[in-house]
């Protein structure tokens, strides 16, 4: 009985709330569909450092691997595929 989140917001969009709100919201409708465990998957890079927002929801980090998925594209960063779990 687990479930999965992704959330993906615009920069004006972050920092205001927005995120929590849809995570809540979506947290009563895991419930009613008798969801334990929401899983939530991220990629973390100095351009997007949202390891925060998760913990501050109360989720807890089980993974943590480097990528070279997208160093194409973003050849200075260090991309990280990071794995969440809470349970709700």
Excluded at 65 to 72: D, N, Y
Excluded at 73 to 87: A, D, F, L, W
């Amino acid at each position: 009985n687990s479930g999965h989140i992704h959330i993906n917001l615009l920069p004006q969009a972050r920092g205001k709330g927005v995120g929590t709100k849809l995570l809540k919201e979506f947290f009563k409708y895991a419930r009613s569909k008798r969801v334990k465990t929401i899983h939530a998957d991220s990629f973390e890079t100095r351009l997007n450092p949202n390891k925060n927002f998760w913990m501050k929801n109360g989720f807890k980090e089980y993974c943590n691997v480097k990528t070279s998925f997208w160093k194409e594209y973003y050849p200075k960063e260090n991309i990280r595929i990071v794995c969440y779990v809470r349970e709700i």
